[in-house]
């Protein structure tokens, strides 16, 4: 990023929290569940509604609102010169199925208390001001997570994410022009959303900011992230019948191989992160052995060397033959570890140091939207604390102070990038 | 069984094998799979076209059908005495989500064959004779197995079956009531299906009688089979974020206890049969920690009381806490082993003595129908081989002659227990 020779202000005007707060809350009633938390999947019916609510509020403002072809959708805050490239933010408002209030969330609202803060400040700025909406950022209903960002920086093909099914044998396609049939008549932008910088709000989702007494966590970069399908064909037979000797059965092997798997890429630093979230048994009746598993396997860690390495293995371990049972693993998704721009890390810095909050500059070991952005477009990220640092649960839960804090320094933080101090 | 006092005709009617194949053939067109087996669930849209065909078949000869409160329909050709109890046959029509063209249709349909060939031949009996088509036989749709037997006998409580639900949240209540609209108007019947004998036709589901070489099994008992439902808790959190030693990870849990059970009630005769068929994950999304895993172990042992010693032992091994996850476990269903009646299978022995056919007198692996009626009625079963004994596969297959082998000793065996040889 060049450094810019904006005429916007140097005000620095404080946003609203209590306003803030209030939109959480009216957020967090689309799709609750009866355990405080959250399930608004991408396109379904809670997430129109969500998308549905945010577009009320810009209406109120006669923010423009745009959407691409994968369904982001687009709050623009005009500046002065509409030929400049716009200062973006942005996160999402799908959640997992079992979801908490704030994930994603946060960045949404922090991002529009920042436009709506501007304008109850009469504060004009140079460059537009846009928010993004980034569709299916979790990827429990269509896989992978990050879609949205993900097609509009090119690195997944429009056309493979539209024709994703979900268990249901819907498509991401038809999910989406079902979507868009319910929202009011927006404007279509072709994909790509390059900005002149983008910063994006989140929760942390881990530990490290609470444990640490930390407001704000200044966010350098994001570990990689592979995720890999595993399929254990075995033979179904009758359960009552089959002598165990003669059995090929899937779900003893997917046992046996998951096993094998964390016995062999155990880290003990425990910087590795290896999950089996979605595992699914075929045909699933009590008194059929099973003939088919399916597994996908997300792994993490911040050194790229490492993460390859430890991605091979469980290629080789995730082939030829286990317990009678023959298994083979396709690549789904391989993020490398990301860098964040320099200069635009230092503006989120200096924003919070200027605000005197606790801080600690920090890897994310979530993936997020920013990774995608930050291939293109001078990219930071600011994380705030969330109890225990407890995230994809509905025991989800953040302080208002810090969610306000969050904000704030995102509203700095986009100025001083837009003036050039940085 | 006393002996009976008939006058019913000694003659023994040759059936009409080609009869019987066609009707198999038009009855795997329902809920027929890509892969040449069926998915023809419990109350299902194709059970109930299933049903819709036979009864066509029924009406075209006048039998009487009725339909109890479980969905079991009763299809009765009439005897010369309709004060007498009737000699009974059955099976079920539904089918496992992947399953064969003959587990359950064969003794359906070799069951109705002895009534058309009884009619064909100008047969009289004393008694009438009552083919059952018994609901949800299967369980994968609505556990547990052999559920509209169960009720019938009084093993399972009408109303805890009526409440059943599938993974949908639909109950076996609602589901027989769309059934049963869908079909023509039925007489209803109280439940209790008690006989004067029953004698049910199945496929071994197993190798033993195409290893020996035979057409027919004469089957003496059935093993015992406990059915427990485990649920595995832990803790969702962030696949990215949270270090391994902070998990309560229910997959891991589940795996770790699945493999120290196997190992634990490990079996070097090979007789116990343990299979885990039914595994589900929740949420079930790629970059979450699993929260819990529910899963469902189908236990079974010829001896009663090696049986109860490995059922405790696992509900033992599936209490407090496994990998940092609480564990408990419930019973699903207890069915103790059950010897069939020593008049009925001589009928069997003696008839497939006269035909000549290879025979051997064995304990069926898989649970049956037959299990319930053993409780108050005379009780024996007839198996036929299936090819490499698969089945609960969409491979299953049997051939020929030996399902016409089947069917005509059911139908010799049914009229001698009718008049009282045995």
Redesign the interface.
């Known amino acids: 990023m060049k450094s810019d020779t904006s005429t916007a202000t140097t005000i620095t005007p404080f946003i609203n929290g209590s306003r803030l707060m209030d939109r959480h809350r009216a957020m967090a009633e689309i799709g609750a569940t009866a355990n405080g938390g959250v399930n608004r999947q991408a396109l379904t019916s809670e997430d129109t509604r969500g998308r549905q609510l945010l577009l009320d509020w810009a209406a109120k403002r006669s923010y423009a609102v745009s959407i691409d072809p994968i369904g982001n959708l687009f709050i623009r805050r005009p500046g002065l010169r509409p030929d400049l490239s716009p200062v973006m933010t942005g996160s999402h408002l799908d959640s ?3 979801g908490g209030r704030f994930d994603g969330v946060f960045g949404v609202l922090a991002g529009f208390e920042v436009l709506e803060t501007l304008d109850d400040h009469g504060v004009t700025t140079e460059r537009p001001m846009e928010l993004v909406v980034w569709m299916n950022e ?3 209903r269509f ?3 990050t879609m949205g960002a993900a097609v509009a920086s090119g690195a997944i093909p429009l056309e493979r994410a539209l024709a994703t099914l979900d268990r249901n044998g819907v498509n991401v396609g038809d999910a989406l022009a079902a979507q868009i049939g319910e929202l009011p008549r927006l404007e279509t932008r072709p994909l790509g959303a390059k900005g002149f910088a983008y910063i994006e709000a989140h929760i ?4 490290v900011l609470e444990e640490a007494n930390c407001a704000i966590g200044i966010v350098s970069a994001i ?1 990689g ?1 592979h ?1 890999y399908q595993v399929e254990v064909r075995g ?12 059995r090929k ?1 899937a ?2 092997a997917a ?2 191989l ?2 094998r798997i ?1 016995s062999e890429i155990a ?1 003990p630093l ?1 910087v ?20 088919k598993v399916t597994f ?1 396997i ?1 792994l ?1 860690h911040p050194d790229p060397r490492h993460l390859v390495q430890t991605g091979e293995r469980i290629l080789q371990l995730c082939s030829g033959e286990v317990e009678n049972c023959s298994v083979s693993a396709k690549v789904l998704l391989r993020s490398a570890p990301v860098k964040f721009d320099e200069q635009v890390v230092a503006a989120v810095r200096e924003a919070t140091e200027r605000r005197k909050y606790e801080s600690r500059t920090m890897i ?4 997020h939207d920013a990774k995608y952005m930050a291939e293109h477009t001078p990219t930071a990220m600011i994380f705030v604390p969330c109890e225990k ?6 025991a989800e839960n953040a302080r208002d102070e810090d969610l306000a804090a969050g904000a704030q320094i995102l509203c700095d933080a986009m100025l001083a990038v837009m003036s050039g101090k940085q």
């Open positions: 997992q199925p079992t979790e990827g429990s896989p992978p997570p942390e989702q881990g530990p570990q992230l995720a033979v179904e037979a009758h359960a009552g019948t089959t002598p165990l000797r003669h059965d779900l003893v046992t046996t998951i096993t964390r880290d425990d590795l992160r290896f999950t089996v979230g979605r595992f699914e048994v075929a045909p699933g009746a009590s008194s059929t052995v099973p003939g996908i997300d993490r994310s070991g979530a993936t640092g407890v995230s994809h649960n509905e």
